[in-house]
């Protein structure tokens, strides 16, 4: 443990710079992180998959699949990785840091639009740059999926009508014939301007020593 | 308004009549309120004997005449009294509203304290007693809560619980801030500042920081009022109005606290430790009771099914109940009541009739107007009646003392709060809070409660309490509307809930609570989550009958919109143009992917032209009344004078028209929302009802070319539409085929054994459907507990 220990401290203002996490913050993330992965230099999809308290959830395969997402890496590559280290980790997380209540109108929409695209990664698994009728028919499924057993209808109708309004409120005017592919990322951040992403969508990463953190059993 | 069409000049006229009206019968009724509160001392007794007299006499039958007309207002006295007076609120305020222009540079409740003073004055003028119209048992116990439960029962529970934290933090660190700095300090002043001989400096510190507490607690009914008004962001407005309800505790406990002690003498520290404990008591114990009963209530609702009349008198008495309960006990009844509006909500909105829902919330809000307006003017007038005692320094000081505190007390808390926030408060909004710390009635009835003997400085108390009311709601009332137009204050946003938003909402909620869980981290939204869960899986079964008790949130909040629309549709008759923000011509044809491409052999069926098509489209549309609209920004067409719509001999071109179109969409799956036709009279509306298909069969495919077979000449005459089953039939066919489809013929055979099923349930919903909408939706939006 002591090689890594070093050498991730060597890193640590690397990851900083990259992450936008503190030191203390980082060094309680990898603590999970070593938890999670039993202590392997890489986490799998297993591992995640593996924590009790995400059963519950029904978006957890998005979820899970969103780490192993290239896309949330901050760079321009697709495609899905099958382990990930701790720094790729540590990225997805960085999506959900809150945004720095100082920090300029500029900045705010930059981590906004950086909070959306993560959403937007989310819904768009096929990675065509546009989410289409079907992939938010599948949101709206998985989002039923755990109250019992839905019909199958209410929720295409759901679906169908959230994809009717963001047409109508992006392109108000189309010809009969024409055809709404999808909902491109622009239209994405027009229909979900009213939620303040840059507030809303943040958990808080603890400051202090990992005393305070509590993990899930993990069978491992 | 109809009126404004009319020429201005008779609608001006018309108003001035009903001015001078309701002045004279203002006039009147103080004369008769006068001449009654002095008429109660001397004939009663002579009234009485008199009665036995003639009793005696009609015995033997003196030869008495009979009387054809009496007075006798002895026995109606009260409640003509009372009828009178909340007539005059009510005039007043619809006064109010009539004069132009005034409404929006004074609030309301500055001007019905005007009419209060004015009221007084003139019974004062005409030589008479005022009479102590504020009593205290009267308001707490009447007055005061419907207003709570008016604002408890709407609350909007998911910012009140997103700033819970900073609420409490206001409400009891503020109040007791307040309380002690105020009565402290006035204190001081009072025996420094004076000569020893005068009767402040007999003021002693006990009953100084009795004042104190009485004066500094934030009243929710001047918040209300003057608030209601501003409109200003939904955050600022839960956080200055959460405090105002949740100091009550504080104020009960520092309130008896101090009345206690001042009337005992002496202060031992057990006896402030017991003040603490006492504190989480009444608090926590209010609240409980207030569950408790919200619990019962919600139970209630579940067996109502059967006698929907009187469902709104479960709300209203188990709410009473557990304010009045809360009383036994000193607890804080306010916090009960709100408790309890809030925990029932959700579970008693999911059992009731939608008229039943629309009663309560036309109800409350007509009790807590009446209240509101109510307590006002018995302000004014109670400033009249007196008795006063008015000591420069002391109102001064205690004015100043109280804008002072309440200023440092904001900023200093918010800045210890800012630390724990993400969504700081800023400079602006701590203006406001600070600025919309307004004290009320309740200050003013707390203050009239001491007792005399108790207390002798009574009367300066409560002259400088009126003082500081009439400063709050007057000064900062007046001017806080264009400080915050100067401020640019962010308002509140009048956008709906769009249904986008709603999801997303929910996958926020589980993808942070999914995130947490990965980091191990049990925070905020895990918890949520929890409660949530169990929420679902134990509490709403016992809670909400039938099959509601399942449905998710998403889904109810779907059906919600619809019903809504579907009401909309209906109310007007059809005929209505919605004010949509943006008319957009996309259909579900636009969305909806393509179908491969068709062989050549089939192409053959002559195509029409594409203006044509989209004519026919256009007629098909219209003459389809679907029930289910969309949201209102979804599609409709702007509406074209159709050539096609007036008389019989048009349907049969229609019906060729229809099974060309046919021909041509074959394979498409094909939403026709319908638009809201042209705004026609009734029976052009009836007539097109009439004329609809109320049927789709689909005729056996022979060479996979479906056709769907209208129904045009329907046997119903226009004016025997029935509504209810067009809604039935409507319904029964959203729930088995949403929407207008084109399916192989052997669906809907089976579809109708699930669309039976779901007839019961679509039966309660059209029942709770069908009625007059509510006032303004944007109480509706929050629909479950925990959202």
């Not at chain 1, 603590?31 to 009790?52: A, C, H, T, V, W």
């Not at chain 2, 001015?19 to 006039?27: A, G, I, K, R, S």
């Not at chain 2, 005059?88 to 305020?93: D, F, P, V």
């Not at chain 2, 702007?638 to 060729?656: I, R």
């Given at each position: 443990?002591?090689?890594?220990q070093?050498?991730?401290?060597?890193?640590?203002?690397?990851?900083?710079?990259?992450?936008?996490?503190?030191?203390?913050?980082?060094?309680?993330?990898?603590?999970?992180?070593?938890?999670?992965?039993?202590?392997?230099?890489?986490?799998?999809?297993?591992?995640?998959?593996?924590?009790p308290?995400?059963?519950?959830n029904p978006?957890?395969?998005?979820?899970?699949?969103?780490?192993?997402?290239?896309?949330?890496?901050?760079?321009?590559?697709?495609?899905?990785?099958?382990?990930?280290?701790?720094e790729?980790?540590?990225?997805?997380?960085?999506?959900?840091?809150?945004?720095?209540?100082?920090?300029?109108?500029?900045?705010?929409a930059?981590?906004?639009?950086?909070?959306?695209r993560?959403?937007?990664?989310?819904?768009?698994?096929d990675?065509?740059?546009?989410?289409?009728l079907?992939?938010?028919?599948?949101?709206?499924?998985?989002?039923?999926?755990?109250?019992?057993?839905?019909?199958?209808?209410?929720a295409?109708?759901?679906a169908?009508?959230?994809?009717?309004?963001?047409?109508?409120?992006?392109?108000?005017?189309?010809?009969?014939d024409?055809?709404?592919?999808?909902?491109?990322?622009?239209?994405?951040?027009?229909?979900?301007?009213?939620?303040?992403?840059?507030?809303?969508?943040?958990?808080?990463?603890?400051?202090?020593?990992?005393?305070?953190?509590?993990?899930?059993?993990?069978?491992? | 308004?109809?009126?404004?069409?009319?020429?201005?000049?008779?609608?001006?006229?018309?108003?001035?009549?009903?001015?001078?009206?309701?002045?004279?019968?203002?006039?009147?009724?103080?004369?008769?309120?006068?001449f009654?509160?002095?008429?109660?001392?001397?004939?009663?007794?002579?009234?009485?004997?008199?009665?036995?007299?003639?009793?005696?006499?009609?015995?033997?039958?003196?030869?008495?005449?009979?009387?054809?007309?009496?007075?006798?207002?002895?026995?109606?006295?009260v409640?003509?009294?009372?009828?009178?007076?909340?007539?005059?609120?009510?005039?007043?305020?619809l006064?109010?509203?009539?004069?132009?222009?005034?409404?929006?540079?004074?609030?309301e409740?500055?001007l019905?304290?005007?009419?209060?003073?004015?009221?007084g004055?003139?019974?004062r003028?005409?030589?008479?007693?005022?009479p102590?119209?504020?009593?205290?048992?009267?308001?707490?116990y009447?007055?005061?809560?419907?207003?709570?439960?008016?604002?408890?029962?709407?609350l909007?529970?998911?910012?009140?619980?997103?700033?819970?934290?900073?609420?409490?933090?206001?409400?009891v660190?503020?109040?007791?801030?307040?309380?002690?700095?105020?009565?402290?300090?006035?204190?001081?002043?009072?025996?420094?500042?004076?000569?020893?001989?005068?009767?402040?400096?007999?003021?002693?510190?006990?009953?100084?920081?009795?004042?104190g507490?009485?004066?500094?607690?934030?009243?929710?009914?001047?918040?209300?009022?003057v608030?209601?008004?501003?409109?200003?962001?939904?955050?600022?407005?839960?956080?200055?109005?959460?405090?105002?309800?949740?100091?009550?505790?504080?104020?009960?406990?520092?309130?008896?606290?101090?009345?206690?002690?001042?009337g005992?003498?002496?202060?031992?520290?057990?006896?402030?430790f017991l003040?603490?404990?006492?504190?989480?008591?009444?608090?926590?114990?209010?609240?409980?009771?207030?569950?408790?009963?919200?619990?019962?209530?919600?139970?209630?609702?579940?067996?109502?099914?059967?006698?929907?009349?009187?469902e709104?008198l479960f709300?209203?008495?188990?709410?009473?109940?557990?304010?009045?309960?809360?009383?036994?006990?000193?607890?804080?009844?306010?916090?009960?009541?709100?408790?309890?509006?809030?925990?029932?909500?959700?579970?008693?909105?999911?059992?009731?009739?939608?008229?039943?829902?629309?009663?309560?919330?036309?109800?409350?809000?007509?009790?807590?107007?009446?209240s509101?307006?109510?307590?006002?003017?018995?302000?004014?007038?109670?400033t009249v009646?007196?008795?006063?005692?008015?000591?420069?320094t002391?109102?001064?000081?205690?004015?100043?003392?109280?804008?002072?505190?309440?200023?440092?007390?904001?900023?200093?808390?918010?800045?210890?709060?800012?630390?724990f926030?993400?969504?700081?408060?800023?400079?602006?909004?701590?203006?406001?809070?600070?600025?919309?710390?307004?004290?009320?009635?309740?200050?003013?009835?707390?203050?009239?409660?001491?007792?005399?003997?108790?207390?002798?400085?009574?009367?300066?108390?409560?002259?400088?309490?009126?003082?500081?009311?009439?400063?709050?709601?007057?000064?900062?009332?007046?001017?806080i509307?264009?400080?915050?137009e100067?401020?640019?204050v962010?308002?509140?946003?009048?956008?709906k809930?769009?249904?986008?938003?709603?999801i997303?909402?929910?996958?926020?909620?589980?993808?942070?609570?999914?995130?947490?869980?990965?980091?191990?981290?049990?925070?905020?939204?895990?918890?949520?989550?929890?409660l949530?869960?169990?929420?679902?899986?134990?509490v709403?079964?016992?809670l909400?009958?039938?099959?509601?008790?399942?449905?998710?949130?998403?889904?109810?909040?779907?059906?919600?919109?619809?019903?809504?629309?579907?009401?909309?549709?209906?109310?007007?008759?059809g005929?209505?143009?919605?004010?949509?923000?943006?008319?957009?011509?996309?259909?579900?044809?636009?969305?909806?992917?393509?179908?491969?491409?068709?062989?050549?052999?089939?192409r053959?069926?002559?195509q029409?032209?594409?203006?044509?098509?989209?004519?026919?489209?256009?007629?098909?549309?219209?003459?389809?009344?679907?029930t289910?609209?969309?949201?209102?920004?979804?599609?409709?067409?702007?509406?074209?004078?159709?050539?096609?719509?007036?008389?019989?001999?048009d349907?049969?071109?229609k019906?060729?028209?229809?099974?060309?179109?046919?021909?041509?969409?074959?394979?498409m799956?094909?939403?026709?929302?319908?638009p809201?036709?042209?705004?026609?009279?009734?029976?052009?509306?009836?007539?097109?009802l009439?004329?609809?298909?109320?049927?789709?069969?689909?005729?056996?495919?022979?060479?996979?070319?479906?056709?769907?077979?209208?129904?045009?000449?329907?046997p119903?005459?226009?004016?025997?539409?029935?509504l209810?089953?067009?809604?039935?039939?409507?319904?029964?066919?959203?729930?088995?085929e949403q929407?207008?489809?084109?399916?192989?013929?052997s669906?809907?055979?089976?579809?109708?054994k699930?669309?039976?099923?779901?007839?019961?349930?679509?039966?309660?919903?059209?029942?709770?459907?069908l009625s007059?909408?509510?006032?303004?939706?944007?109480?509706?939006?929050?629909?479950?507990?925990?959202?």
């Amino acid at each position: 443990m002591g090689a890594s220990q070093t050498r991730l401290e060597h890193n640590y203002d690397d990851l900083t710079e990259k992450s936008g996490f503190s030191h203390e913050q980082i060094k309680n993330l990898y603590q999970r992180f070593q938890q999670l992965s039993g202590n392997n230099e890489k986490i799998s999809r297993d591992d995640l998959e593996r924590i009790p308290a995400l059963n519950n959830n029904p978006i957890r395969k998005q979820i899970i699949t969103a780490f192993f997402d290239k896309r949330n890496q901050h760079q321009n590559d697709v495609g899905s990785l099958d382990e990930i280290g701790f720094e790729q980790f540590l990225m997805v997380m960085s999506h959900f840091r809150p945004v720095n209540s100082k920090a300029t109108e500029e900045e705010k929409a930059t981590v906004r639009k950086q909070k959306l695209r993560f959403l937007f990664n989310m819904h768009d698994t096929d990675n065509d740059g546009i989410i289409t009728l079907d992939e938010y028919r599948t949101v709206v499924e998985e989002l039923l999926s755990q109250s019992g057993a839905i019909e199958t209808e209410v929720a295409r109708a759901i679906a169908d009508a959230a994809m009717l309004e963001v047409a109508s409120t992006n392109v108000p005017h189309m010809a009969p014939d024409d055809f709404y592919e999808g909902i491109t990322f622009e239209h994405f951040e027009q229909i979900l301007k009213g939620i303040e992403m840059e507030s809303r969508m943040h958990i808080r990463f603890l400051d202090k020593n990992a005393a305070t953190m509590r993990c899930g059993k993990l069978s491992s | 308004m109809p009126s404004r069409t009319v020429s201005h000049g008779s609608s001006g006229r018309l108003r001035g009549l009903f001015l001078v009206m309701v002045l004279v019968f203002l006039e009147s009724s103080v004369f008769t309120l006068a001449f009654a509160s002095s008429d109660q001392h001397s004939p009663t007794t002579a009234h009485s004997d008199g009665h036995k007299a003639t009793d005696h006499g009609s015995h033997n039958n003196t030869g008495k005449a009979f009387p054809v007309l009496d007075l006798n207002y002895e026995n109606v006295r009260v409640p003509f009294e009372i009828s009178l007076w909340v007539l005059l609120a009510s005039l007043m305020k619809l006064g109010f509203h009539l004069v132009p222009h005034l409404s929006n540079i004074v609030p309301e409740s500055c001007l019905l304290i005007v009419v209060g003073l004015l009221v007084g004055g003139i019974i004062r003028g005409t030589g008479e007693t005022v009479p102590p119209v504020l009593d205290s048992k009267l308001f707490f116990y009447i007055l005061l809560p419907p207003i709570i439960l008016d604002a408890g029962y709407f609350l909007p529970i998911r910012p009140f619980m997103e700033n819970l934290g900073t609420i409490l933090i206001f409400a009891v660190v503020g109040t007791l801030w307040n309380a002690f700095f105020v009565g402290g300090l006035l204190y001081g002043v009072c025996q420094i500042g004076t000569e020893s001989s005068s009767i402040l400096s007999r003021i002693g510190l006990l009953q100084c920081l009795l004042f104190g507490s009485i004066i500094s607690a934030v009243d929710p009914v001047a918040v209300l009022a003057v608030f209601e008004e501003i409109h200003i962001n939904e955050l600022l407005h839960i956080l200055v109005f959460g405090e105002s309800l949740l100091n009550d505790a504080v104020t009960v406990v520092l309130y008896h606290l101090f009345e206690e002690f001042s009337g005992i003498g002496t202060v031992t520290l057990v006896k402030g430790f017991l003040g603490v404990i006492s504190f989480f008591v009444v608090a926590l114990g209010g609240v409980l009771v207030g569950v408790l009963y919200g619990i019962l209530a919600a139970f209630t609702s579940r067996f109502t099914s059967h006698t929907r009349v009187i469902e709104p008198l479960f709300v209203f008495l188990y709410s009473y109940m557990a304010y009045l309960s809360a009383e036994i006990f000193h607890l804080s009844g306010i916090m009960a009541l709100i408790a309890c509006g809030a925990v029932m909500r959700p579970y008693v909105e999911a059992n009731i009739s939608h008229k039943s829902h629309t009663t309560i919330k036309y109800f409350l809000k007509m009790w807590s107007s009446v209240s509101e307006t109510l307590i006002f003017i018995f302000l004014g007038v109670a400033t009249v009646a007196g008795p006063h005692d008015w000591n420069w320094t002391f109102v001064t000081v205690t004015v100043i003392l109280c804008l002072v505190a309440r200023v440092i007390g904001v900023v200093g808390l918010t800045f210890i709060i800012n630390k724990f926030r993400i969504v700081k408060l800023t400079t602006k909004d701590q203006f406001i809070i600070a600025y919309g710390g307004l004290r009320g009635a309740i200050a003013f009835s707390l203050g009239f409660l001491l007792e005399k003997d108790h207390f002798p400085e009574r009367e300066i108390f409560l002259t400088a309490i009126i003082t500081v009311i009439f400063f709050t709601v007057f000064v900062q009332g007046m001017t806080i509307k264009p400080l915050v137009e100067l401020l640019a204050v962010k308002k509140k946003q009048e956008a709906k809930r769009s249904i986008n938003e709603e999801i997303h909402t929910q996958f926020l909620d589980h993808l942070l609570t999914g995130i947490e869980d990965i980091c191990g981290h049990y925070g905020h939204h895990h918890w949520k989550d929890k409660l949530n869960r169990f929420n679902k899986k134990y509490v709403k079964k016992c809670l909400i009958a039938g099959e509601r008790s399942k449905e998710p949130q998403l889904i109810a909040f779907y059906h919600k919109m619809e019903m809504k629309q579907a009401i909309q549709l209906v109310e007007s008759g059809g005929g209505i143009k919605l004010p949509s923000a943006m008319p957009s011509t996309v259909s579900m044809q636009n969305i909806q992917p393509r179908p491969p491409t068709k062989p050549a052999a089939e192409r053959a069926i002559p195509q029409l032209s594409k203006t044509k098509e989209e004519e026919i489209r256009k007629i098909l549309r219209t003459n389809l009344q679907r029930t289910r609209q969309r949201l209102r920004s979804y599609n409709r067409h702007t509406l074209v004078a159709d050539p096609y719509e007036d008389g019989l001999s048009d349907l049969f071109l229609k019906k060729q028209k229809m099974f060309q179109i046919e021909k041509k969409l074959k394979e498409m799956n094909t939403y026709l929302t319908v638009p809201a036709p042209p705004p026609d009279s009734p029976t052009m509306c009836r007539a097109r009802l009439a004329s609809d298909p109320q049927a789709y069969s689909i005729k056996p495919a022979l060479n996979k070319v479906p056709m769907i077979q209208v129904d045009l000449a329907s046997p119903q005459s226009p004016d025997s539409v029935n509504l209810l089953d067009e809604f039935g039939q409507a319904n029964q066919q959203e729930e088995e085929e949403q929407g207008l489809m084109m399916k192989p013929p052997s669906r809907p055979r089976e579809g109708k054994k699930p669309g039976e099923e779901d007839e019961a349930k679509d039966q309660q919903k059209l029942m709770r459907c069908l009625s007059d909408p509510g006032p303004s939706a944007d109480e509706d939006e929050d629909g479950a507990f925990l959202p």
